[in-house]
């Protein structure tokens, strides 16, 4: 559990302090309880993007540019800094950078071929079996929320026509229970908390911290997109645990 003596909401915890109090989280409800759906949209027929060159794509894409590197590089330097676990994201959600503290938090996940948290974080939450480890009450405060921004972004021209987002469709529409609740369950839940539901700033979620001083804890998403981020098309996303 986190400790707030002495430090405030966002200080780093002392060992067998108390954590300050937090924003109620939903109870969660299993995927598996979604009944199955009627219609939905299904992804084209499109192939896969291939693995060759799809790790660290966004790093390489902004890296032509000498003056991105070098802010690129600081800003890395900066996110190090933070005690939160935080990342950059396209997207896509494919992830460019990360810090120190978002690997600890997801130092235990097993190796797999698409969906590792540090490659791609809409895979892990969707399709990692590790990572309702970490993300606790992880169907409804990770999937739902993780699954109406991926809805809307597959509503946008760019997203419709992107083959990454589209294998990842191809992906769910494999996995029945995955199915049911992208095209029953999703929409009711958007009805029941409001379109605002697709954008993670500000959200309260639960965590699993394997590092024993915070262990079951919560953590408020934090997303920002900088002028200069928003040009090279990310965005930054800080989990601060409370």
Sequence with gaps: MASDAGLGRHGVPAPGGRRAPTASVQPARHLSSVPSAGRCPQAGPVEAEPEEGREQRQVSSVSKAPDMRAYLRDYAAMMEAVPFPSFLHDRRWDVALANSAF??????????????????????VLFHPDARN???????SWCLPMLAGFAEEMKSDTGSRD?????????IARDPIMEAAYCDG??????????????CDGDVRPLRHPDSRW???????????????????LSRVTLVLT
């Design 103 to 124: 690997d600890a938090l997801f130092e235990g996940i097993r190796p797999h071929p698409t969906a590792m948290p540090r490659r791609n974080f809409l895979r892990f």
């Design 134 to 140: 970490v993300l606790a009450e992880h169907e409804t």
């Design 163 to 171: 083959r990454a987002l589209q294998a990842i469709r191809r992906e």
């Design 186 to 199: 999703l929409p009711r839940w958007v009805r029941s908390v409001g379109t605002a539901a697709a954008h």
């Design 215 to 233: 262990g079951r804890t919560d953590c408020r998403l934090v997303s920002e997109t900088p002028k200069a981020l928003d040009g090279m098309g």
